[in-house]
């Protein structure tokens, strides 16, 4: 295995990710493993349901708050069983088999199982040495023509020590097809239990410092999962996870060259891989997950192009200029054609997607705020946009909406987390329609934080009502997470608002709800 670019090996060794292959050690397997306590603590998951296949996912860990990130395992090989079965009891298995797992992995197993029913739930369990998993459930998705209608949540942001993540019992009460998760699974820094700070005394992460290696990691996400209404969530939803800033770094980008954030990027990496109920395929080549971009379809109902605004971005531009170079609010480098978030490769298989698709919805799971949005709070002469957001690649964004316009495709709704609040956005046609009535192209839906930012005295009516932006239509500070209902007339959003986050027993609350219909784009209020 050889170091990134602009990477030394001897640190690229350090770092532990991939040294068992690069110093070709290779133990035997432990025939009969054994373990003092129950080696499937952080439980089992699913995800990427595709008509014929998904991946079930576990970690081997024993002891999830070993600060070595071990989880508690020996470095040695580990054989590892598991079932796929129509029932809940697994009587009528579908699939079976065996692999081996090691240290090199964290001891996670991801199987890709295939040759299953389209829109059919399963059941499947692990097995290592005597110890039975618990039984997962999970989904596939719906194919052919004429499907009907199906339910996706999607969620973001969930920081430990901000409190409980008191929405997922209500995600799966909702019993959606398929959960997208958007980004900020984890943060990176420990959230430090500071008085008045918005931590909970009982909620102190592990470990309690910023990761930098990657056991750091392997502990942190192992300490997530320890959480039961997380791990539940898990257990009995499929789920399709994307990568923001906080898995690795606050806002970092691709083409940034510090070392030690290089570095930090193939460890987060690796240890998001590992603990994700993602494809075996993905596992991270240096910090590139292979398959970062993909698209999920529901039949011919959605099709879900969930992309990467991480991995292939160039830096933020600066957001200073003069008044009267400014274009539509926008100093030049924002406005750079050649300024890109998604990088040349994903947008071409983003708009061939769009251009080719024959689903009723496009459903863009996206990470970071689409539309334009001014932050202005009037102390500046013009505009004031999140360059850390789509505002900062206006070129990559007005691609797709001119695309939108000149092929017509149809019914492309954008679902995007990060900004720890719930907002519906009409999307302007262009960045210069900021308050030119122009009707909107596409619609977006921004999902609140599971819990980050911490309790919040809720505020369903503030903001934005600016003048600049009448096409933000809705904004609120609850947590919780969005429940999407699709039929081929209507694509339905409501806001699922948790009362509390200081308590696992918050109740659920639907506070707004929204419509986009059919062949026309733009939200109505219900
Ligand atoms: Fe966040
Ligand atoms: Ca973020």
């Not at 992995?105 to 097995?127: A, C, N």
């Not at 973001?156 to 997922?168: I, P, V």
């Amino acid at each position: 295995m050889t170091p990134p670019p602009g990477l030394d090996r001897r640190l690229f060794l350090a770092l532990g990710v991939g040294s068992a292959a690069a110093t070709g050690i290779v133990g035997p397997v432990w025939a009969n493993p054994r373990f003092g306590s129950d080696p499937f603590a952080v439980g089992v998951a699913s995800g990427e349901p595709r008509t014929d296949a998904v991946v079930i996912w576990t970690r081997l860990a024993p002891d999830p708050g070993a600060l070595d990130g071990s989880g508690g395992m020996p470095d040695r090989r580990v054989p590892v069983s598991w079932q796929v079965a129509e029932d809940e009891q697994l009587r009528r298995v579908v699939r079976s088999g065996a692999t081996v797992t090691s240290a090199e992995v964290g001891h996670s197993v991801h199987v890709d199982v295939t040759g299953l029913q389209p829109g059919r739930e399963y059941f499947y369990r692990f097995r290592v040495g005597q110890d039975v998993s618990p039984v997962g459930r999970t989904k596939t998705m719906a194919a052919g023509t004429g499907t009907r209608d199906m339910t996706f949540a999607f969620a973001s942001c969930q920081s430990y020590s901000n409190g409980y993540f008191s929405g997922y019992p209500h995600m799966v009460a909702d019993d959606p097809d398929v959960v997208f998760f958007l980004g900020d699974y984890i943060y990176r820094q420990p959230g430090l239990v500071t008085p008045g700070g918005g931590h909970l005394v009982e909620r102190q992460n592990a470990p309690q410092h910023s990761c930098e290696t990657l056991a750091d990691f392997r502990l942190r996400y192992a300490h997530y999962r320890t959480d039961p209404q997380l791990a539940e969530a898990h257990r009995l939803l499929p789920w399709v996870v994307t990568i923001d800033d906080n898995e690795i770094d606050n806002n970092w980008f691709s083409t940034d060259p510090d070392p030690a954030r290089v570095a930090r990027r193939i460890v987060g990496m690796q240890a998001f891989w590992e603990n994700m109920p993602l494809l075996p395929s993905s596992r991270p080549v240096g910090w590139q997950l292979p398959v970062a971009y993909r698209r999920l379809s529901y039949g011919d109902l959605v099709d879900f192009h969930v992309i990467t605004t991480r991995h292939f971005r160039q830096e933020s531009p600066s957001g200073e200029c003069a008044v009267e170079d400014r274009d539509g609010g926008f100093c030049p480098p924002a406005l750079d054609p050649d300024r890109t978030i998604l990088g040349d490769q994903q947008e071409r298989w983003l708009h061939d997607g769009l251009r080719t698709s024959t689903a009723q919805w496009n459903v863009l799971a996206n990470q970071v705020f689409f539309t334009m949005r001014d932050k202005n709070k009037n102390a500046k002469p013009d505009k004031d946009v999140n360059l850390a957001a789509w505002d900062g690649f206006v070129a990559d964004r007005q691609a797709i909406l001119d695309l939108l316009a000149a092929e017509h495709i149809r019914n492309f709704v954008v679902i995007t987390g990060d900004s720890h609040r719930n907002w519906v956005a009409n999307t302007p046609p262009t960045y210069r329609d900021w308050d030119t009535g122009a009707p909107p192209i596409a619609t977006e839906f921004l999902v609140t934080s599971i819990n980050s930012g911490g309790e919040r005295v809720p505020n369903p009516t503030y903001g934005p009502a600016k003048q600049s932006t009448p096409h933000l239509l809705y904004r609120d500070n609850s947590h919780g997470y969005a429940l999407a209902t699709v039929d081929r007339d209507q694509l339905r959003i409501d806001y699922r608002a948790v009362s509390t986050v200081l308590s696992p027993a918050a109740t659920i609350e639907t506070i707004s709800s929204w419509t986009v219909a059919d062949d026309q784009p733009g939200a109505v209020a219900l």
